[in-house]
């Protein structure tokens, strides 16, 4: 066990190395306001947003650059007074509601985020005269659509990785938000802190996050496991190892929002009703495909069988000859890998920051509840119906309570059918 617990330290001492790469920088000091522009998935660049006091007094102007990001400093903590200039917009793009003014407030020591939801003209809400509305409410519905695919595709990726891993150990890994916000950031390091471009950067870093994966099970969790701990134990040391990982990021990789070095504002291009950037196209193939090679692997590959033997009885499976800890451990390398290059997709379709994963794990585990847990279809799928929800409901409910309808039908399914969309029933007593 002592070995155990040294290598565990060497584990952590070479992650440590890695995140304090020159890609990353402390935290910087932070006392102001910031934001990101958006317009269906995209950066808006040179948009105007003036910042004044509550009393009217000018404090600055600034652009939004490629990425759609713009930062205010301010001496005084207090209350400020932001207005967007709708004229700066690009010209299919709107303020919906069209309220362009907010007045947040700045505590000392600390940056607000101020939200702008940005439209396109003639979207669902907005009075359009010659009878344009409906048109234009199934052309923002197909956009929805595919943007609510892409987000499906990511959290599946994420998700799949979460269902083998509770499948065969049956643990409910909480850490798992933070092996996604890890492959982003290991990929941030390879591309930015080291120059290399963000594909090579990014294969990298998938091999490094199944690696360290692997690392996790054999110094830490295998451990656990061997002294005789109960899921639930593990289940909560898995929200302090979450806890753990989330300040470590804040500490070498800082508290902003960065961007890769390539592919952060491509101009869109027009497939019928649907514009969008050529790397989300590029990206939600490669996630396509990883996911049914991961899928069919586990139901033709020996190893996939022997992953679902260990799954339905490990007890029954290691009678048969099956290595249950060698088959765990490919799990969880296959695990932190997925896990990984979700991170990297998801950092390609918005900024990284430390709190990536944090942000979308409850959608992980939603989709993997509602596809079934366990299963590697039912995370696709019930992924998808996440995501696709959380887009299009927009077009009735405000972007701000979009999870909440989300996770409204992940409740209503399984009152329906507990065991998920393709989860299979389970006798109980």
């Known amino acids: 066990m002592r070995r155990a617990v040294i290598a565990f330290t060497a584990f952590l001492g070479g992650l440590v190395f890695l995140l304090a790469s020159p890609a990353h920088a402390g935290p910087a000091d932070c006392q102001g306001l910031r934001g990101t522009l958006k317009l269906q998935g995209q950066p808006v660049n040179g948009a105007k947003i003036a910042v004044t006091t509550e009393s009217g007094q000018p404090v600055k102007e600034v652009t939004s650059n490629a990425q759609g990001t713009w930062e205010v400093q301010v001496d005084k903590a ?18 919906r509601g069209g309220n362009n003014v907010r007045t947040p407030t700045v505590f000392e020591g600390n940056c607000s ?29 197909a956009q929805l659509t595919f943007e609510g695919l892409n987000l499906g595709l990511i959290i599946a990726l994420a998700a799949l990785g979460l269902s083998l891993i509770y499948g065969t150990t049956g643990l409910t890994n909480f850490a798992h938000g933070e092996l996604v916000t890890l492959g982003a950031i290991l990929a941030y390091a390879f591309n930015v802190g080291f120059g290399l471009h963000i594909i090579p950067a990014a294969i990298i870093a998938v091999v490094v996050g199944g690696f360290l994966g692997y690392l996790q099970d054999r110094l830490f ?105 060698r088959v765990i451990r490919i799990i969880w390398t296959t695990g932190g890998a997925i896990a990984a290059l979700a991170g990297i997709m998801l950092g390609l379709s918005q900024s990284l920051k430390y709190t990536m994963g944090q942000d979308i794990l409850l959608l992980i585990f939603a989709g993997v509840t509602l596809g079934g847990l366990g299963t590697a279809f039912g995370a696709l799928v019930g992924s998808l119906v996440v995501g696709l929800f959380i887009q299009v409901s927009t077009l009735w409910v405000p972007p701000e309570l979009k999870s909440v309808g989300a996770l409204a039908v992940l409740i209503i399914v399984l009152l329906v059918r507990p065991q998920g969309i393709l989860g299979r029933r389970e006798r109980i007593g």
């Open 221 to 325: 969790w295998g451990q656990l496991r061997r002294r005789g701990t109960g899921t639930i134990a593990m289940m909560i040391i898995s929200i302090g190892v979450a806890l753990f990982l989330r300040y470590v990021f804040l500490i070498f990789f800082g508290g902003q929002n960065e961007a890769f070095a390539q592919y952060t504002a491509q101009p869109g291009i027009q497939v019928g009703p649907i514009t969008a950037a050529p790397k989300n196209f590029v990206a939600m193939g490669i996630e396509l495909a990883v996911l049914i090679i991961v899928g069919l692997a586990l139901m033709r590959t020996r190893t996939g069988k022997a992953a679902r033997a260990v799954a339905d009885n490990p007890a029954l499976a290691a009678s048969s000859g099956i290595n249950v800890d």
């Open 78 to 95: 207090g209350k400020y007074k932001v207005t967007l200039d709708a004229g700066s917009l690009p010209q299919n793009a709107q303020v």
């Open 113 to 141: 985020t101020v939200l702008f939801a940005l439209e396109a003209k003639g979207a669902p809400g907005q009075q359009q005269e010659e009878g344009g509305g409906e048109s234009s409410f199934w052309t923002t519905a």
